[in-house]
């Protein structure tokens, strides 16, 4: 039985490598995830046909395998960022003892657009999870983004990352480089409003502050920003 999107947004989706959950959504547009991988465990190697993903991790070290074979694997360590196009198969894995938290952006929202090549769980021919995976958000660790606020601090565990909401470059380009920015609506474009960024697009400030010097923010810029 298919859930609607809207669904998710109200729990905690247990997974026999950890959990996750949605922390922002805009429509139909894009959904971020939190995820949290236990020591040695791993998702599915899976893709999103549709989908385009980024990712951001936020505390732990990572190794990631794109595409089908293992001599795609690469480590990530905190703070590092991926985009991985659609149809592109990947699979995640926690090399950390504590686990590790990584933010994931999906652009369109579709939790069906899921194809799985391989599962250590016996997964490979499942859909994402639904009913008795969920679990109630309840608890003072569980994030809320307020949408209607200019800015706002998010923390988990010992990281802290921010919400913010630009209308120009002139902040953004003051902020050191290494500052990493997931955006979740509004674009950067050219004088005929042709967008070179768009909701789901991970960059650092380098690149935001070279698109400066040619482009504009369109009408607003909301946006996660992670900070080493």
């Given at each position: 039985?298919?859930?609607?999107?809207?669904?998710?947004?109200n729990f905690i989706i247990k997974?026999?490598?950890?959990?996750?959950?949605?922390?922002?959504?805009?429509?139909?547009?894009?959904?971020?995830?939190i995820l949290f991988i236990k020591?040695?465990?791993?998702?599915?190697?899976?893709?999103?046909?549709?989908?385009?993903?980024?990712?951001?991790?936020?505390?732990?070290?990572?190794?990631?395998?794109?595409?089908?074979?293992?001599?795609?694997?690469?480590?990530?360590?905190?703070?590092?960022?991926?985009?991985?196009?659609?149809?592109?198969?990947?699979?995640?894995?926690?090399?950390?003892?504590?686990?590790?938290?990584?933010?994931?952006?999906?652009?369109?929202?579709?939790?069906?657009?899921?194809?799985?090549?391989?599962?250590?769980?016996?997964?490979?021919?499942?859909?994402?999870?639904?009913?008795?995976?969920?679990?109630?958000?309840?608890?003072?660790?569980?994030?809320k983004i307020n949408k209607s606020?200019?800015?706002?601090?998010?923390?988990?565990?010992?990281?802290?990352?921010?919400?913010?909401?630009?209308?120009?470059?002139?902040?953004?380009?003051?902020?050191?480089?290494?500052?990493?920015?997931?955006?979740?609506?509004?674009?950067?474009?050219?004088?005929?409003?042709?967008?070179?960024?768009?909701?789901?697009?991970?960059?650092?400030?380098?690149?935001?502050?070279?698109?400066?010097?040619?482009?504009?923010?369109?009408?607003?810029?909301?946006?996660?920003?992670?900070?080493?």
């Amino acid at each position: 039985m298919k859930v609607k999107e809207s669904v998710y947004d109200n729990f905690i989706i247990k997974k026999p490598w950890g959990k996750e959950y949605v922390i922002y959504r805009n429509k139909k547009e894009i959904a971020v995830t939190i995820l949290f991988i236990k020591y040695k465990k791993s998702t599915s190697l899976h893709c999103h046909p549709k989908k385009k993903t980024g990712f951001v991790l936020l505390d732990g070290k990572a190794k990631i395998q794109l595409g089908l074979y293992n001599s795609g694997q690469k480590v990530f360590n905190r703070h590092s960022k991926l985009m991985i196009r659609n149809g592109l198969f990947h699979k995640t894995s926690s090399l950390s003892k504590e686990g590790l938290i990584a933010l994931e952006f999906e652009t369109p929202v579709d939790k069906n657009d899921l194809v799985r090549f391989s599962d250590s769980f016996g997964r490979k021919k499942l859909p994402y999870e639904t009913g008795k995976f969920f679990e109630e958000k309840r608890g003072k660790d569980i994030i809320k983004i307020n949408k209607s606020a200019q800015s706002q601090t998010i923390k988990v565990k010992n990281r802290v990352f921010y919400y913010e909401v630009h209308k120009n470059f002139k902040k953004i380009i003051k902020y050191k480089d290494s500052d990493i920015f997931g955006i979740l609506s509004g674009t950067v474009v050219d004088s005929q409003n042709k967008s070179v960024l768009n909701s789901g697009d991970i960059v650092k400030t380098g690149t935001l502050r070279k698109l400066s010097k040619r482009f504009k923010i369109g009408k607003e810029l909301k946006l996660f920003r992670f900070i080493k």
